[in-house]
């Protein structure tokens, strides 16, 4: 017979990007008493990686628990960029409702939309929580406004549209259910969760059913998987089995050796857990997500909701530039091989393939920055690798009609820079399908491009509008080819030979475009070493010394004024790279290279995939 299990809240906290989520979460963690007093405690505590730190981003949802008045509060906190969507999809199946957070100056942005609409969709009930009620432009009239607005675009019902706001600045640690009140403490948000959050409902009595959400991994005890008990009980050494709704072929019988419930910032080992409790279980090696965990008499899968397919990809390979192995750890194909498949113990939007030859692995994620994350991560944990230009993933319709993915871009830029970005969209197949005022004295524009259209934009974007703008891109579905797109206007300067670059070389260089290297660097034959101010690829000696004569001395090159290089990030170095380039990643340079080494050789395939495309 199904009970409610009144001691017990499990909620989790949805956002647009920067809206303050895991702030939030800190502020709860503070306010509960999970840090002892006078303990050290960084910010954004939730935010665990070393990369989310430095970017300011959530990449992996993760879970936490408090106590409130007896009641135990279970939250997970989410990323809120469109890349990560793959970790909100299914943390949303361990939850009985949500925290909508809102800035309230920003108001509903595209992400907001998005993570929304994967909550309606599961009939999760709704708390908003309007955050930065502190800031001095904050305008939350208009954003209580701009959420209803969107429940109702969703198809909220009666009950969802009735949802409580709650005004908070997470960032001093206050809330309140007034616009009137200033709040002193997060209580009312509390209280809120308690009274409008549903307990978690199941049959205490029934067979065991748990659905994994989220798989975490650990090098000491392997994998180890999280999700909430629905029915029965789950307790140590207890026999299960584990069953896909997916695979109806998958199955198998395994047992619990460690039983784990979130407490704080940890979790706590316990020998029993009931219905609703969020736990995660070690000792079962081939568990993925989406798996049930039944009574062995009682095998019933529970639905899982699929994870959105990836639309990007790229080809990781062993590096094999004449600078290869000096400076990475991990350098073999099976060293790559091995961490690419160790990946997908985690995240689950991730595909990796392998190819016709073993160097080369093909790696598909849901958008630039997803697979940016996966490079970063990899290089510093010591790695060498190459990979190639990001490329979207095509299908074909029922009549055999090429597919692409589209997105749908809100690009918010102060007027005097909309012409240039409408102007270098439209070029990038963009299609403009809206225009109005954001806020700030801000232009909104919209767009539905195809998403290989924005490969290589992000850069462009920021320099054509000094900074000052913001933009947010979100899946739309596949969509006919709009034909083929030219990235990139500038050609590559190429170095001729293999040795060290000099001043007197790349004094000469300098003036055929931008380099991207100083005088000292390690250079070879077929390396790219700074952008041609024309179309056409230039290859330029920047190993070239000064013949020395009676009358010329070497000491006169230090007269020779260079410009500083252009110096550039992961992301830049993979927005930049062409079709027949490579970046060459390893633990402290990026290098981009052409993928044929040899100029001959070069020339020859250039020549021949111009007759291929009939110019």
Do not use: W
Not at 579 to 604: N, S
Request: hydrophobic content about 35%; glycine content about 8%.
């Amino acid at each position: 017979m199904k009970q409610t299990r009144n001691d017990v809240r499990n909620v989790a906290i949805i956002a647009h990007v920067d809206h303050g989520k895991t702030t939030l979460v800190d502020g709860l963690l503070r306010q509960s008493g999970v840090f002892r007093e006078g303990q050290d405690v960084v910010e954004r505590v939730m935010d665990s990686g070393d990369i989310e730190r430095e970017r300011g981003i959530t990449i992996m949802s993760k879970n936490t628990a408090i106590s409130y008045k007896d009641i135990k509060i279970n939250i997970i906190d989410t990323p809120g960029h469109a890349d990560f969507g793959g970790e909100v999809e299914r943390v949303l199946k361990m939850v009985n409702g949500v925290i909508l957070v809102v800035d309230a100056f920003e108001g509903a942005m595209p992400q907001t939309k998005f993570v929304l609409g994967k909550a309606m969709e599961l009939k999760l009930p709704v708390i908003v929580c309007i955050n930065k009620i502190d800031r001095p432009e904050a305008r939350p009239e208009e954003v209580i406004d701009e959420v209803l607005e969107l429940l109702l675009d969703l198809g909220a019902d009666d009950k969802q549209l009735d949802c409580p706001f709650v005004f908070a600045s997470a960032k001093a640690g206050t809330s309140s259910l007034s616009l009137d009140e200033a709040g002193s403490d997060l209580k009312p948000l509390l209280d809120t969760i308690i009274n409008y959050i549903p307990a978690p409902v199941g049959d205490p009595d029934a067979g065991t059913q748990m659905l994994i959400s989220t798989i975490d991994y650990n090098e000491y005890v392997g994998r180890i998987g999280v999700g909430k008990i629905d029915n029965g009980s789950l307790k140590v050494n207890q026999e299960v089995l584990v069953v896909n709704h997916h695979d109806p072929s998958r199955s198998f019988k395994t047992k619990v050796s460690k039983l784990y419930e979130f407490q704080g910032l940890g979790k706590v080992e316990v020998a029993e857990a009931g219905i609703g409790s969020i736990v995660a279980i070690s000792g079962i090696e081939d568990l993925k997500i989406g798996d049930t965990l039944c009574a062995v008499d009682a095998p019933n899968a529970i639905p899982f909701q699929k994870i959105s397919e990836p639309t990007i990809s790229m080809n990781f390979m062993v590096n094999d530039s004449p600078l290869a192995g000096q400076e990475g750890k991990f350098v073999t194909s099976r060293h790559l091989r091995d961490r690419l498949y160790k990946e997908l113990n985690t995240d689950v939007s991730l595909r990796v393939e392998d190819t016709d030859t073993t160097e080369t692995f093909k790696v598909s994620g849901r958008g630039e920055l997803h697979l940016s994350v996966l490079i970063e991560t990899m290089r510093r944990e010591g790695y060498e690798f190459a990979v190639s230009k990001a490329e979207v993933i095509y299908k074909e319709d029922e009549n055999g009609k090429k597919l692409e993915p589209m997105e749908k871009c809100y690009i918010d830029v102060p007027e005097e820079f909309s012409g240039s970005v409408i102007q270098k969209l439209g070029e990038r197949k963009g299609e403009m399908i809206n225009m109005g005022l954001a806020n700030g004295g801000y232009t909104r524009l919209e767009f539905l491009i195809p998403s290989r259209g924005l490969i290589g934009y992000r850069g462009e974007f920021m320099t054509d509008t000094k900074g000052n703008g913001i933009m947010n891109t979100i899946f739309d579905g596949y969509a006919p080819y709009k034909g083929d797109i030219s990235y990139r206007k500038q050609g590559s300067l190429i170095a001729f030979e293999t040795g060290e670059a000099v001043t007197y070389g790349l004094f000469n260089a300098q003036e055929r475009g931008q380099l991207f290297i100083s005088a000292g660097d390690k250079v070879y034959s077929g390396m790219v070493i700074g952008s041609s101010g024309k179309s056409e690829d230039i290859e330029v000696n920047v190993c070239k010394t000064k013949h020395l004569t009676n009358t010329r001395t070497s000491s006169s090159d230090e007269a020779l004024r260079l410009v500083p290089p252009r110096i550039m990030s992961l992301e830049q170095s993979i927005d930049f790279i062409d079709t027949d380039e490579l970046l060459e990643v390893t633990p402290t340079t990026l290098r981009i290279r052409k993928k044929i080494l040899d100029p001959t050789l070069r020339k020859r395939a250039s020549f021949a995939a111009k007759q291929k495309a009939g110019k």
